[in-house]
């Protein structure tokens, strides 16, 4: 099993800034890659940025240029987020995938608005 914990959400200006993080409790040694992913209201979730265990990244069109995904061990992952837009609003989920299952985090409110 493994618990997967958010922080770092928050109200922001368009054009702003915010880090979100990632902890991971339980069986980490079981996971592969670390994703994030966001639903705004109304609509599905959708993928935001993905690392894997090796260090290699991928993000949504919507996001590439203006956030990053980082991760410093297998237990913490993070996602700066440049340049904020009205519509990058929404909640935003951390992911862990691996052979032990896939798992989600409870979630964090971000909200761009002026």
Do not use: H
Not at 27 to 49: C, H, L, N, T
Not at 65 to 81: E, P
């Amino acid at each position: 099993q493994v618990q997967l914990v958010e922080s770092g959400g928050g109200l922001v200006q368009p054009g702003g800034s915010l880090r979100l993080s990632c902890a991971a409790f339980g069986s980490i040694f079981g996971i592969d890659s670390m994703g994030w992913y966001r639903q705004a209201p109304g609509k599905q979730r959708e993928f935001v940025a993905i690392i894997t265990s090796g260090g290699t990244t991928n993000y949504a069109d919507s996001v590439k240029g203006r956030f990053t995904i980082s991760r410093d061990n297998a237990k913490n992952t993070y996602l700066q987020m440049n340049s904020l837009k009205s519509e990058d609003t929404a909640v935003y989920y951390c992911n862990a995938k691996g052979p032990i299952g896939n798992y989600w985090g409870q979630g964090t409110q971000v909200t761009v608005a002026s």
